[in-house]
């Protein structure tokens, strides 16, 4: 799921339930070139610097921020952080990632 398909009053407790491992993960200047377009060769594509910057940012918010990661897919999933660490699979982390990466509304928290 993505932020922008979350409604009604769920969005406050959305929003109040990521903002700390949101802002938790944004201290840290790796995990934050992620979001950066900055430094890209003008020889690139978009998705390709997304894809170079992903190698590096990805795996350091996955292992550094796990528990972070885990409440924030948890929260926008509408599940409690046990229940979606007990069954979390790589296929399903990984399209979770992908999706929270690459959603607008997600990257707006990051700018």
Avoid: H
């Amino acid at each position: 799921m993505k932020l922008s398909e979350i409604k009604g009053e769920r969005v406050f407790d959305v929003l109040a339930d990521i903002i700390t491992p949101v802002a938790t993960i944004a201290k840290d200047n790796d995990a934050m070139k992620l979001f950066s377009a900055e430094g890209r060769p003008e020889d690139m594509s978009a998705w390709d610097w997304f894809v170079e910057r992903a190698t590096v940012a990805i795996p350091v918010i996955l292992k550094t921020y796990r528990s972070e990661i885990c409440q924030i897919m948890a929260t926008i999933n509408d599940v409690p952080v046990d229940e979606y660490i007990n069954e979390i699979t790589v296929p399903k982390l990984l399209k979770d990632t992908i999706e929270l990466v690459t959603d607008s509304e997600f990257i707006s928290f990051f700018s």
